[in-house]
């Protein structure tokens, strides 16, 4: 059995700057497991708008480029990659299943970064009503046939959900000649980022349905429409409210889930709220010496919050290598009032080098309110926000002397005020 120090398996930009993140932290024996065969970079190679790097290089590139640059450091630093190595098992002692060219394999690992990004929700997720013909997909997978492959999907398209995946198809379709009837959303507001809705629809005249859902899929060997109703508050169709969308294409952008099986295969505990694993302050899981980065721990908004997260997982995991313990135990944060969810989970203020980073998602659109932190009930921070909205993370900063003030602690709370 092949032993390495650490082991990430995806070669992602998560998976990348996690494995350059490592050697620059001592770790020399790095290996990333990468299925696709082609090479690295991930969904990146796929997505061919500009918006990447901007936090992470100081420059707006593609995500080819996004990720090439990476790819150019692994290379540099010699950190050795194995393409089409599909991994199928994980162990709770941290031992790697995987198949690729040269058969089956197994590899212990000092530590394993788990950097296998996310997957959409398909439509069998969703129950839509109507018959299964051509011409239903998800966006990401109309992203590909259109950049990589060179085929349009469709004519005149419809997209079921928000995300931001389906608010950029709805600008790339257009500009291939297609046209995009309408993008309908089941939630009150939109589930991508703002710079999205702007220049993706608005930019284009392409109207956004809020709270509205497809109630029908007409056709039977292809597409031929979808009915749109509008929902009420209880998020149910209101009778009566369907309105006919001529079509040939639906596409899907109902929310990613991140790909968390080989997670659960080590016995790692997964988040309710995200799917992603539980994760403490050094983003190990609960599983001693297995760290979780990227949108395999949860889904970001942007390339750049992925990699950035991924580096910390990758300088923990290097420590956890040499021999640091982090115990996945101390205070719970704890999602309040307004929150959807935190990361991390837990802190044990004893393994902060620094001041914590705790990421969360808002669960509605809040104007003038306010970002409270306690401490056990205990107002530690308050900052005001002008707005808040579920398809942009937001973060607060805790710095180290912080924890120090409150021996004991159990429990951290985010919660939306009004200000």
């Not at 993140?21 to 990333?32: F, K, M, S, T, Y």
């Amino acid at each position: 059995m092949e032993q390495v120090d650490i082991a990430i398996i995806g070669g992602g930009p998560a998976g990348m700057a996690a494995a350059i993140a490592a050697h620059e932290a001592g770790a020399r024996n790095v290996l990333i497991l990468e299925r696709d065969y082609r090479g690295l970079g991930g969904i990146l190679n796929q997505c061919i708008h500009t918006g990447f790097g901007i936090q992470v290089f100081n420059a707006e590139l593609t995500g080819p480029e996004y990720a090439e640059r990476y790819a150019d450091q692994v290379r540099a630093l010699g950190i050795r990659v194995e393409l089409g190595a599909m991994v199928i098992d994980l162990s709770p002692d941290r031992v790697i299943t995987s198949v690729g060219g040269g058969g089956l394999s197994e590899i212990r690992a000092k530590a394993v970064i788990l950097a296998m990004g996310c997957r959409e929700r398909p439509r069998g997720a969703l129950n839509l009503p109507g018959s299964r013909p051509a011409g239903v997909f998800t966006a990401g997978t109309a992203q590909k046939f259109i950049n990589l492959d060179g085929y349009l999907p469709g004519r005149e398209a419809v997209i079921l959900g928000s995300g931001d995946i389906g608010l950029i198809m709805a600008r790339r379709l257009t500009l291939e000649g297609a046209r995009v009837r309408a993008v309908a959303e089941l939630m009150p507001y939109s589930n991508g980022l703002k710079r999205n809705i702007v220049q993706c629809l608005d930019d284009f005249g392409i109207p956004l349905l809020l709270s509205h859902t497809v109630t029908r899929v007409i056709g039977r060997k292809r597409v031929e429409g979808v009915e749109i109703s509008q929902v009420g508050p209880d998020l149910k169709p209101v009778p009566g409210s369907g309105r006919h969308y001529a079509c040939d294409t639906l596409l899907l952008s109902v929310g990613l889930i991140p790909e968390n099986e080989l997670a659960r295969a080590a016995g790692v505990a997964l988040s309710p709220a995200t799917g992603g694993a539980v994760a403490g302050e050094s983003l190990q899981t609960g599983v001693e010496g297995i760290f979780a980065c990227g949108n395999a721990l949860h889904v970001h908004d942007l390339a750049d919050g992925a990699s950035l997260e991924a580096a910390q997982a990758g300088r923990h995991a290097a420590c956890f290598a040499a021999g640091r313990s982090y115990r996945l135990e101390g205070a719970l944060v704890r999602a309040g009032a307004g929150v959807r969810y935190t990361v991390p989970s837990l802190v044990n203020p004893a393994n902060l080098d620094g001041s914590l980073k705790v990421h969360f998602r808002v669960n509605g659109v809040y104007r003038d309110h306010a970002i409270a932190v306690y401490f056990d009930g205990v107002r530690e921070q308050r900052r005001r926000a002008r707005i808040l909205t579920p398809g942009e993370m937001a973060s607060v900063v805790l710095s180290r002397e912080s924890f120090a003030g409150h021996p004991g602690l159990r429990e951290v709370t985010l919660a939306v005020e009004k200000d």
